[in-house]
């Protein structure tokens, strides 16, 4: 894959950078000019100090830094060379901070305030894997819309999310952070976050500038392993990874975070072909671009970069725009420009992105606009954050399995066990990544059963964390002390219906997270068999950050859910879909496998020369030792009514455009929610094709007995492709559709684009 511009974009270098957003009305233009007249005033060092981001490095409402680093960057806020700060929150803080840099500079510009808000701030909604398994985008909407209020009312302005990377590897602990492993749903995500966290005006003062990370390939790195080298075809890049971010860009998103990883051999902080040619060139983007935590200087490790002043220069003739905590263009970008060896229009454009989200956000008719101890005091945690956050949660949980129809448990009748470390655990429900959060605040499994039954005994059975539960710390893992199993086994014994809440802590997945074992983390394994010896009638609850390895939970356990990492509201969440209150809706983003060896996983996969057995020997694309398939299938999630589908139509007589509709009808006896999903296969294309590809959906609600026609439309935005050279295409040819429940299952037919 090339690293320098493509040919129709290489035009003179200075008149690229130089290209003026398309604004039409009024105030934007007003913003363009009051950015060029603040521009013009600014010394080369003061630009370099805009392109500076620092993170929070001292006691704010105390005396100054008498020395060191954390004194340098002091000095630096106050003297107008830096232009955004990150983890500096709270009214407070922030106006000290603000005053410093307004009050205190020559130029008086305003700091931007940044902090990833990934589900929520103090109110913590589900992880967003658990989110995307909701596939209720105006709930996903809602979750980021209550997030940018809570923290702006702490004075953030901006958030370092959503991530919208694509992941087919739950190895990867940052899966967790994304929408799983297909590219449609994950579009549709990304655009739902950006609205619910920007609204429909930066200026109003409960909206956070939204950042898509991380650009680009991110999700991909290889083995799964955190910050590692990502290396992938044009097909994959165009088709897979590319997109979400494209629609995040058409969304408005005002920022865009590059990656940690290279991109065949390219650091994404220094890639002129990703930031250049693609992102500001051929999309068009006029927000800025942020590095994420030091990977500018990270250049230098790769082998990119001979030092932090080539690390700079390479930075911002990527098109890098903010340096987060690397200092490589505070320390030597204006030297860089004396010496000719970066062109002034380079760090121009660079500086009119963030002067432009500067001014967006109203920081200059007000720097003080988001301080607001009113609203600090009020809207975090409020009430009706709160009931949202519920309302997400119950809508997030997958049912996988439910033989007998074991669930919903009596509210009246028969003994109820609970076992398992995480069911009295109020901080792991949390998850990763919930800054602004407050530890031990989430509503137990045992707080929110104890709503319904007061009688329910519970037993912590084994531990599974031992020592110290920590962001930025290992995590280590109970793998000897069996004590527990006997008491969660003689509880067992003398219940009617064992309720087990088993899986990882929330601090297992996330940054830094990678794991080669995808089982049931510790002894947990060997509580669950011993469990299941004296009662199998067993309701396992699925607490992770990512899709788990349960062959034998699936094979011999009745009733199995997801329940994923839920946010404050997890016990009432999880109790409210037990005992029937709400029936689930879930589905699974991700792909369920049955061992790590499958890794990376997914439906939408390409097929082979030899998909299938058919000369009855071993010579054909499978594993000796295991099914090809996943466990539980994308898509895949269960109902405590069912639904039938029919009368499948598809009319193609129109060559722009080919509709498709189903009939889906509730034969159960209870209110339900279904996820109506609609597959294509291109047979035969200039460019192989995946076997299957989500090109729609709908969530619907039915009562019993009752009846709804789901009409889809697939245009040319569905039914074309990207070639090896990025151009959308469309082809006329044969396709197969299917129609259904899930990824594997459903009403299936054909058609014939024939594109007159």
């Given at each position: ?176 952070e994304g929408a799983g492993e297909d590219t449609f749903l994950g579009q549709k995500v990304a655009v739902a976050r950006v609205r619910g966290f920007q609204g429909d005006d930066l200026t109003d003062i ?111 003739t990527a098109g890098s725009d903010v340096d987060m905590e690397s200092y490589m263009y505070v320390k030597h970008l204006e030297a860089l420009v004396n010496e000719g060896k970066v062109d002034i229009a ?411």
């Open positions: 894959m090339p690293h320098s511009l493509p040919a129709k974009l290489s035009t003179a270098l200075a008149s690229i950078m130089l290209l003026a957003s398309p604004f039409t009305s009024s105030a934007s233009n007003d913003i363009e000019q009051r950015v060029d007249e603040l521009l013009a005033k600014m010394t080369l060092a003061e630009k370099a100090g805009q392109m500076n981001q620092y993170n929070g490095f001292w006691e704010v409402t105390g005396p100054a830094p008498a020395e060191g680093d954390a004194k340098n960057k002091y000095e630096h806020i106050r003297t107008g060379m830096v232009g955004s700060v990150l983890n500096i929150t709270g009214t407070k803080d922030v106006r000290a901070t603000q005053k410093l840099a307004v009050e205190g500079s020559r130029l008086g510009i305003p700091l931007i305030f940044a902090l990833d808000v990934i589900h929520g701030h103090q109110t913590v909604f589900p992880i967003p894997l658990a989110e995307a398994a909701s596939w209720d985008l105006n709930a996903i909407e809602k979750s980021a819309r209550i997030g940018a209020i809570e923290a702006s009312a702490r004075g953030i302005n901006w958030t370092f999310a959503p991530m919208v990377d694509i992941s087919r590897d739950a190895r990867w602990g940052r899966v967790m409960d909206t956070i500038a939204a950042t898509a990370k991380h650009f680009a390939g991110y999700g991909f790195g290889e083995a799964g392993r955190e910050y590692n080298r990502v290396d992938v075809g044009t097909n994959t890049l165009y088709n897979m990874i590319l997109p979400p971010f494209k629609a995040s860009v058409d969304a408005g998103v005002a920022s865009v975070m590059n990656a940690f990883n290279t991109l065949n051999g390219i650091p994404a902080t220094g890639d002129v072909f990703l930031q250049r040619g693609i992102l500001k060139g051929a999309w068009d983007f006029n927000g800025l671009v942020v590095s994420d935590w030091g990977s500018g200087k990270e250049m230098m490790q790769h082998g990119f970069a001979k030092d932090l002043k080539h690390a700079a220069q390479l930075g911002v380079l760090v121009d454009d660079a500086v009119r992105r963030i002067l432009r989200l500067k001014f967006k956000l109203g920081l200059f008719d007000d720097p003080y606009k988001y301080i607001n101890e009113e609203r600090e005091a009020t809207l975090l945690g409020h009430a009706d954050h709160m009931a949202a956050a519920l309302d997400v949660a119950k809508r997030s949980i997958v049912l996988l399995k439910n033989q007998g129809n074991l669930l919903p448990l009596s509210k009246t009748s028969g003994k109820i066990a609970v076992i398992g470390d995480f069911a009295d655990d109020k901080n792991s429900p949390l998850g990763s990544w919930r800054f602004g959060s407050i530890d031990n605040s989430a509503v137990s499994l045992l707080e929110g059963l104890a709503k319904y039954r007061d009688d329910i005994e519970f037993a912590q059975g084994v531990k599974v964390v031992t020592g110290e539960e920590s962001f930025v710390q290992e995590i280590t893992v109970n793998q000897t002390d069996a004590t527990g199993i006997d008491e969660a086994v003689a509880l067992a014994k003398k219940s009617d219906v064992v309720v087990m809440l088993l899986g990882e802590h929330g601090f297992q997945s996330g940054e830094g997270r990678s794991r080669t074992d995808l089982g049931l983390p510790g002894l947990q394994q060997e509580m669950l068999e011993a469990v299941y010896a004296v009662n199998p009638n067993i309701v396992l609850l699925i607490a992770s950050g990512r899709p788990l390895a349960l062959p034998w939970a699936a094979e011999h356990i009745p009733s199995i859910a997801a329940t994923w990492q839920l946010g404050s509201q997890s016990g009432n969440a999880i109790s409210e879909v037990l005992f029937g209150d709400y029936n689930p809706s879930g589905k699974l983003p991700v792909s369920f496998p049955y061992n790590v060896g499958q890794m990376p996983l997914y439906y939408n996969r390409m097929n082979t020369g030899r998909p299938i057995d058919k000369d009855s020997n071993v010579f054909w694309s499978h594993y000796s030792d295991s099914p090809s398939e996943a466990l539980f299938p994308f898509g895949h999630g269960l109902s405590y009514t069912q639904f039938d589908y029919s009368k499948l139509s598809i009319n193609a007589d129109d060559p722009a455009k080919v509709d498709v509709s189903v009939t889906v009808k509730n034969v159960g006896k209870r209110a339900g929610e279904e996820v109506v999903q609609l597959y294509m296969h291109d047979k035969v294309a200039s460019v192989a094709r995946p076997i299957k590809e989500l090109k729609g959906f709908e969530k619907i609600e039915l009562e019993p007995g009752a009846t709804k026609t789901v009409n889809f439309t697939l245009d040319s935005s569905k039914l074309g492709f990207f070639d090896r050279e990025g151009n959308w295409i469309v082809e006329p040819g044969e396709f197969d559709i299917l129609v259904g429940s899930n990824s594997r299952e459903g009403l299936t037919g054909q058609f014939t684009l024939s594109m007159k």
